[in-house]
């Protein structure tokens, strides 16, 4: 049976519209907070935000939940989601709870949860948890409910934690670098780490007002990042996105460096220096089939997964390995955290420029991805991809690209979306690919 609430990163949706309202934020503290009460200990949940307008809605009503049901929180205002991860552990809490619709626009928000190991929720515990929203609330008596406090120094202990990731022996002295944090979670900490480490920082989007953010900036909008970069002759520049858990790069060209890029050069860098664990790095289907051939003539392994940073992490900790990521700016470290961070993948990213002493556009260009296109489809309705025309257009597709290339038909797991993704070696093979199945997906 499919999941009602939770799609591929937690419950997200347009805010004051079901299932993203403040009754349901209160239904979700209710069903978390029952469902991770084990034992007779004072039960505590971390809960942070990123700088959204509805944010302090949401806030509230996760609250009123969590407490209800008789579970202490903890306030810790605009962080990074794996600022929320690493202070769930390090506080000992039962939970923790992250609200943000990461790279979406101010009116979407979401709830991302963490378990007390800082690793985002099984399938398991998510249905667990549906079912429990779907019951009347396990209240506890009025001497038992939950007390609420602020803590105001978890982005000092943030930028702590960050720093201890970048080399000792290094420094970031001499280096220009722009940093654009999408008027959202990391304005503050993302330029204090970068600062305090020795960089001359050029900082974007750290001026958040609630309705701003994802709003021309960050990962997912780069181009005031990458005319900042050639402007100010800066070395290099990092943009994160809405929550900070997610990297794209440009170089001192101005030219855009995803996800895979990024893989690549931590991947064959860690090898180098006998880090690397696992023989190579988890990505999902998503990754561009350069990525894969470019590590095949390193030696390493690329293994994939369902688009997903949570089954990316799964996939790492089954098989051992410690660098992982999507091609979306994902990037797993799990020497160093239990989810994606961009500022600490941002670190890795400088300290090889700083050893290397190459220019980002040579470090970051190590191999020549496959023409690859994405586009998406929207729909209403039950999804089209069982139509027998559009898994004909399909088969179609893959026949055309006749071992050369792939296909990638999904449907988003946050938005009622189709997504239509080939690649191959013939760039316009691959454009007409992709429009017949979009078009066999849109009559259908």
């Known amino acids: 049976m499919g999941r009602r609430y939770f799609g591929t990163d937690g419950i997200r949706g347009r805010t004051n519209e079901a299932p993203m309202t403040a009754a349901m934020a209160q239904r ?43 579970m202490d929180v903890v306030m810790v205002g605009p962080v990074p989601t794996p600022a929320v991860a690493m202070l769930t552990r390090s506080m000992r809490a039962d939970l923790g709870v992250m609200i943000s619709a990461s790279h979406n626009k101010f009116a979407d928000n979401g709830i991302k949860l963490f378990g007390p190991t800082g690793y985002k929720l099984s399938d398991e515990d998510e249905a667990a948890i549906e079912a429990l929203i779907e019951q009347e609330p396990q209240l506890v008596p009025a001497e038992e409910i939950g007390r609420s406090k602020k803590i105001e120094d978890a982005r000092g202990r943030y930028i702590h934690a960050v720093k201890t990731t970048f080399p000792d022996h290094l420094r970031l002295d001499g280096l220009k670098v722009v940093v654009d944090c999408a008027n959202g979670a990391a304005y503050e900490v ?43 002759g800066a070395d290099i520049g990092l943009a994160l996105d809405g929550d900070a858990d997610r990297l794209i790069v440009a170089d ?34 998503m990754s561009n089939l350069g990525l894969e051939r470019y590590f ?8 994939r997964t369902k688009v997903g940073d949570r089954y990316v992490l799964e996939t790492m900790r089954q098989r051992g390995f410690n660098v992982g990521g999507e091609q ?49 489809v929207r729909f209403k309705g039950a999804p089209p991809l069982d139509k027998p025309e559009v898994k004909a257009a399909i088969a179609d597709g893959e026949a055309r690209l006749d071992g ?3 296909v990638v038909i999904r449907k988003s797991g946050t938005e009622p979306v189709i997504r239509v993704m080939a690649e191959g070696e013939d760039e316009g093979l691959v454009a007409e690919v992709v429009d017949s199945i979009c078009a066999a997906v849109q009559s259908a």
């Open 296 to 303: 095949e003539g390193q030696g390493l392994k690329l293994i």
């Open 190 to 232: 993302a330029p204090s780490a970068l600062w305090e480490l020795g960089a001359e920082v050029v900082a974007l989007g750290v001026s958040p007002n609630g309705l701003n953010i994802n709003e021309g900036v960050g990962s997912t909008e780069v181009d005031l990042l990458c005319r900042t970069v050639v402007e100010t």
């Open 404 to 406: 050369r290339g792939r």
């Open 28 to 70: 979700v503290g209710q069903a978390a907070g029952a469902h991770f009460r084990r034992g007779d200990h004072r039960h505590r949940v971390v809960i942070g935000k990123d700088t959204r307008l509805s944010g302090y809605m949401m806030e509230t009503a996760l609250i009123s939940g969590f407490t209800s049901v008789g």
């Open 328 to 376: 979306s700016g994902h990037i797993i470290l799990s020497d160093y955290g239990t989810t994606g961070d961009g500022l600490v993948a941002g670190l890795q990213v400088l300290a090889a420029l700083v050893v290397a002493g190459k220019p980002a556009s040579e470090l970051l260009n190590l191999f020549d991805p496959l023409p690859q296109l994405l586009k998406n």
């Open 252 to 285: 001192e060209k101005g030219r855009v460096v995803d996800g895979d890029q990024l893989m690549a050069l931590i991947g064959t860098s860690w090898k180098r220096s006998g880090r690397l664990r696992g023989g190579g790095v988890v990505a999902t289907i």
